[in-house]
Each structure stands twice: as structure tokens, then as C-alpha cells.
């Protein structure tokens, strides 16, 4: 489409055409560092809303034959964990919070739940991956053990690293995510998180919290997560 | 301007030097035969010329487009005002095309934006594992400079990268979605007949060769880069979905050859990018002003292919 103008015309079609990119000047917002902070943070929040709209409770992550693992000596992990935490001889599970049966659980109490081993990749936010063997007992099954009430909106866990992490309780009813105690079929090692870790093949790494002291199903969570809380995401779907 | 419209009716090569100045060329080539045959020639005639011009020309385009209403029409209604304007001032006239519309124009700026933020913000999630394939042993493929990266740190970057992904994704939905209900896909779209066309437009380009003949209002060349931006565009978004969400697009991860490889395809449609803009860049500077306004203001003074 064309015609003819003169200048004045031109100048007025030109102006009025140009106002209409002026919601554009909005985006100036994320110039100006508080508005930037809060925007940021929507835009993580929106990402992990559709993701958790997203999610499946019956949809499983691959998993692979073991000719696909990745060697236990080539499992990397985070820097966080370069001083592997004290573990109390003693060791228990504390569990608190919106369940029937709160108190110490041991580790025999937690393998003598049904024991899952799977082949799954363990998601780095740095970017990497590699394919793991985790065995342990489904969370699930450990929440019905302590009588967890299930509608409560977040399964909480301290870690003896001062770690600490949370997960939805849609994620923790998924059936592969596990209380994990072994990995390539042996006792979990003091750099993997011994004696129980979180093994979430639905989150990303830094979900499956290591070296767990105790768990709590809990409505509101004063901390959300280690790194999360940090900037990064809390949701973490992968 | 319907007074215009009366000069160019009775021929005017007399009237066109004294009206106008860096505009002579097209005031002169501008009968009003010749806009109109040229405007069936742009584009098919429109059942209504409103139609075609949207909702951005309504109030003023009534009479005044050119092949929807001939000037002698409207001469019974000149005003005073508008041919003591055009007379006073000495300006002359000069035709304007409508190239694009403000949706293209909204989408066109805002997801070039959110690609910068993209980008810059995609090279510090980079630098995090700046490899492809497994973490032990350690290498290091590509040392990206932390000056030229958005976010300061991973954690940071994640946060531009996970908001403008979606002003990316709408924006790039919006625009193609319109190019395609438009039928303006058209004029861009690198089809099989285009093939013979690149090369000697290259040699143009690159060697100096002789300019090929413009024929329609994109060349060869700019509708293989086009074309290929855009699929670009739909390769990055869908690799970065495999990315964020492997588990959940585990499907879509399969097709693209698992998690490695969609790492590898989301940093080759970067590398699309980072090679397109350069390019994009030096042929609007190369193309001027009054090219480059009218991805602003929609409108471009005396086209070339009119």
C-alpha cells in the first residue's frame, strides 16, 4: 500500500505511528535495579507456574540401561559439598510437621520400605548431566510410613551441611522420586550425601539434597531452598 | 493533497521541480496512472482499500489512497488550508509506502530486545559449563569474555534468560502468526524458485558483482537470511524447552537427539543469530535512513521499487 503526502502529512502519520512502540519504553523497567529485581523475580515465578502446570505426576523420567551410566568416579558434584559434613554414629531421620507419626526414623526403618532402583539423569543447572543409579525407598511410600498428611503443600528436609531444600508435595508423590541410601548398588558415599539423600529425577541437581538430618511436611516454609533461595529457582521442574 | 492530486492528473512536469526538491524524482514519475497501476502491481486490488490498510490509516486514508478514490473525484472538495500549505511552503509531494504494520513493527523491536537479553544472558549460562558432553573430564570449549554476558552470574543469567524467553516465544508467535494470516509470508518466504537468485545476489554483495534486477520488494538473498532467522528463532525455543524441561518434553529430547544434542542445537541456532545480526545490521546501514525508519514508523519515503 502507498500514496502520496506531503511533509506535514508524513510527519503526522509518521508521529502517530511511532506512539503506538511506545509500550516498548516499559521495557526501561529492568534498567532501574529495584523494578529489575522484581521483574526478574516474576519471570522466574511465571516460568516455574507453567511449569508446575506442566507437570504429571504419572509421567516418568527416562531411564536407561545400565551400559548408559556414568562411572561413580566421574559423577561430579557441587562445590558446596568439597567438605563433606560429620555424620552422627547415631544417625536418624527427624520427622516433624503435619504428620501422625513424628520422630526419629532410622535407616533400617527406611530400607525396610520397598527398595527402587533406577537408571536416571541427574540435571545440573550448570548445564551438565550424566546418568546415575540411585536405590532407595519412594518418598511416597516413606510419607505414608510417618502418617505424612499429603494435601500439605511442601515436604521440607535439613541437611547436616547446613543445606537445606523443598519440594512440592506433587513432586515428592511422584514415584520416582526416593529417599535414596545407595547409588551403583552400594552404600551411599560420604561425597554423595551418606547416609540419605534426596534422588528427584524430576528436579534439577541441586533439588536432591544430601546428607539429610530431617524432614518436615510442612504448609509454610520459612526457607525455601539452598540455592533457590539464592536467586536461582525453588520449583526446578525439569 | 487532493490539489496534488489535481497537479499530477494534468501532468506535471512543469509543477513537480517548482513543488518539489529532493523529491523530484518520484513526484515526476508519479502520474497518477502510474501509482495506480504500480499499487495493482504491489499488491492485488483490494475488494476495500481500508481492508489492506488496516486500522492505522482509518482516519485519514478516505479519498486519499490511491487506487480506492481518483483525485478527480475528490476535486469538487479541495480546502483552502491544504493547498495554501503544500503552495506557502514550497514543498512538493512525494509517495510513501506502507511496509509495515505496527504489530510487525512492535514484534520486530521488542524480540530483538528479548534476543539481545537471550543471547548475552545465554553466553553466562554458558561460561557455568562451557562444554558439551559429560562434566569429568573438564573441558573447556570456548572462553566467552564475562564483559560482553547479562546477569553477572549463573543464578542472574537464569533469571533474564527465564523471563525474556517468553517475550522471545510471544513475540516471535505474534509476528509469524501474523505474516501468515496477513499473507505477507509471502513476500519473505525463501521458497525453491528463490535458489538461482542467492548466488548472483552474494556476488553482489561480497565481490562486487553486477547488482542483480529487484523485482520484488525482498531479494533472494534477504529471504534465505530471513527465512532462515525464523526457523532459527523456532529451533532455539524448541531446544530450550528440551533444555530446561527434559523431563517433561522427554519426547521432544528424544527427537533431537537427547539432552546433549539439544544443548548442541540451542548453541547453533546462537551462532544463527550471532552470524544474522552483523549482517542485518551492515545492510541497513547500508541501506540508510529512510530504509531503516520505516521499520519504525511503518512508512518509507520514495521506494525504490516504485
Not at chain 1, 45 to 72: I, M, V
Not at chain 1, 114 to 123: A, C, E, G, K, L
Not at chain 2, 142 to 167: N, R
Request: net charge neutral; aromatic share 12%.
Amino acid at each position: 500500500m502507498h500514496r502520496q503526502f506531503d511533509d506535514k502529512e508524513f510527519r503526522r502519520v509518521a508521529r502517530r505511528q511511532i506512539l503506538k512502540l511506545t509500550p516498548l519504553v516499559a521495557l526501561g523497567a529492568f534498567a532501574v535495579p529495584p523494578a529489575q529485581d522484581y521483574l526478574l523475580d516474576r519471570g522466574v515465578a511465571f516460568t516455574d507456574w507453567a511449569a508446575s502446570k506442566l507437570f504429571r505426576t504419572g509421567h516418568l523420567a527416562p531411564t536407561y540401561p545400565d551400559s548408559a551410566l556414568t562411572p561413580l568416579n566421574r559423577f561430579a558434584y557441587n562445590s558446596y559439598d568439597t567438605n563433606k559434613p560429620e555424620i552422627d554414629p547415631d544417625w536418624a531421620l527427624e520427622v516433624s510437621g503435619l504428620v501422625r507419626k513424628p520422630g526419629n526414623y532410622s535407616l533400617d526403618d527406611i530400607r525396610r520400605l520397598p527398595r527402587i532402583s533406577q537408571n536416571t539423569r541427574h540435571v545440573c543447572i550448570e548445564g551438565w548431566d550424566l546418568v546415575a543409579n540411585f536405590a532407595g525407598a519412594r518418598l511416597s511410600d516413606f510419607l505414608s510410613l510417618i502418617g505424612a498428611d499429603t494435601s500439605a503443600r511442601f515436604v521440607y528436609v535439613e541437611c547436616a551441611d547446613d543445606y537445606y531444600e523443598s519440594l512440592d508435595m506433587e513432586a515428592a508423590m511422584h514415584p520416582q522420586s526416593l529417599l535414596c541410601y545407595e547409588m551403583y548398588g552400594k552404600p551411599l558415599e560420604a561425597g554423595h550425601g551418606a547416609p540419605l539423600r534426596w534422588a528427584l529425577p524430576t528436579k534439577i541437581g541441586y533439588k536432591s539434597a544430601k546428607y539429610l538430618t530431617s524432614l518436615k511436611v510442612t504448609n509454610v516454609l520459612t526457607q525455601r531452598s539452598y540455592w533457590g533461595d539464592q536467586g536461582y529457582s525453588t520449583y526446578a521442574d525439569i | 493533497m487532493i490539489a496534488d492530486g489535481q497537479d499530477r492528473a494534468k501532468g506535471t512536469p512543469e509543477s513537480a521541480p517548482s513543488g518539489a526538491q529532493s523529491e523530484t524524482r518520484d513526484t515526476e514519475a508519479s502520474s497518477a496512472g502510474d501509482v495506480l497501476s504500480s499499487e495493482l502491481a504491489v499488491r492485488p486490488p483490494a475488494p476495500a482499500g481500508q481492508a489492506t490498510s488496516g486500522d492505522d490509516l482509518a482516519p485519514v486514508a478516505d479519498g486519499l489512497m490511491l487506487g480506492t478514490a481518483t483525485p478527480e473525484v475528490e476535486a469538487p472538495a479541495p480546502t483552502v488550508h491544504e493547498s495554501e500549505t503544500a503552495g506557502a511552503k514550497g514543498q512538493g509531494t512525494f509517495v510513501a509506502a506502507y511496509e509495515h504494520s505496527a504489530v510487525v513493527r512492535f514484534c520486530h523491536w521488542l524480540n530483538a530486545i528479548a534476543l539481545v537479553i537471550m543471547i548475552t544472558s545465554g553466553w553466562r549460562i554458558f561460561i557455568a559449563f562451557p562444554s558439551f558432553g559429560p562434566r569429568i573430564p573438564e573441558h573447556q570449549l570456548l572462553k566467552i569474555p564475562d564483559a560482553i554476558t547479562l546477569g553477572g552470574w549463573l543464578g542472574g543469567a537464569l533469571q533474564w534468560h527465564y523471563t525474556f524467553m517468553w517475550v522471545f516465544t510471544a513475540t516471535g508467535l505474534v509476528y509469524v502468526g501474523y505474516l501468515i494470516a496477513s499473507g505477507d509470508y509471502r513476500i519473505m518466504l525463501f521458497r525453491p524458485r528463490d535458489i538461482p537468485g542467492v548466488w548472483p545476489m552474494a556476488r553482489h554483495y561480497l565481490f562486487f558483482g553486477p547488482e542483480p534486477k529487484q523485482t520484488e520488494a525482498y531479494n533472494p538473498l534477504q529471504k534465505l537470511a530471513y527465512t532462515t532467522i525464523v526457523l532459527c528463532g523456532a529451533l532455539s525455543v524448541l531446544t530450550g524447552a528440551v533444555i530446561l524441561r527434559p523431563v517433561q518434553f522427554s519426547g521432544l529430547a528424544w527427537v533431537m537427539g537427547g539432552f546433549h544434542l539439544a544443548r548442541v542445537w540451542h548453541f547453533v541456532a546462537m551462532c544463527g543469530f550471532v552470524a544474522f545480526i552483523p549482517g542485518h545490521l551492515v545492510m541497513v546501514a547500508l541501506h540508510g535512513w529512510n530504509n531503516f525508519m520505516s521499520m519504525v514508523r511503518g512508512w518509507k519515503k520514495n521506494p525504490e521499487y516504485l
